[in-house]
């Protein structure tokens, strides 16, 4: 690949552990409709495909178009109302932006989350000020998997899409940073429903973990300086 000059990432699952917060929000709205939790482990299978999908799994009895955005409203109520409680960084992120920036790299995130609950959410983690660009659906017209949203990215922080990899842990973030023509690495550790087939994605790179991330982009650097 030419130079390498940017990494981009995406947010829920990939940079960010947020499913245990996305976990108590769920439950919470559960509980207030007099239902039993459910367990994380299946609440993070469904993360990454939004706050929709996750209503749906929390209350699949409710059909009625008026029901699902009246279930879909109190769940992002019930989130941004306690957006870091629990949520983390995935073991050796911060490893990994620590490198990123000692080697000069920019960074950034382009994400399907909104504005409203990505912000904050990285100001509480003292993260906003860090990364390079923040792209979000409010600041596109299409969202991931069209690669709108990372041309955008590259546009702000000043370099080509063939300079940028892009790391994503769902089948749209790999789909849009091809569209895109950057690198992808997909994020084997993330909130994957389906493994064999995030497996089959066609990325150019596959991490198990953040450390195999950044072994990746070490490589990468150096090969882009041998070249």
Known sequence: MPTLKAVLFD?????????????HAINYVRNEHNLSP?????IRTVVSNGARAL???GFPE??????????HQQLLTAYADNLVIDTRFFDGIETLLNFLESTHLKWGI???????????????????HRCSTIICPDHVKQSKPDPEGLLLACKEIDCEPSETIYVGDHARDIIAGKN??????????????????FKQSGANFYAETPH???EIIAEQLDQSKLD
């Open 55 to 57: 209503a749906a799994l």
């Open 38 to 42: 459910l367990p994380e482990t299946i």
């Open 212 to 214: 195999e991330i950044t």
């Open 11 to 23: 947010l829920d699952g990939t940079l960010l552990d947020t499913a245990p917060d996305f976990t």
């Open 62 to 71: 409710k059909t009625n178009p008026t029901e699902v955005d009246d279930i």
């Open 110 to 128: 382009v994400t399907n989350k909104p504005l409203r609950f990505t912000q904050p959410l990285l100001e509480q983690l003292q993260l906003a």
């Open 180 to 197: 895109a023509n950057m690198s992808t690495i997909a994020a084997l550790y993330g909130y994957i429903d389906n493994m064999a087939e």
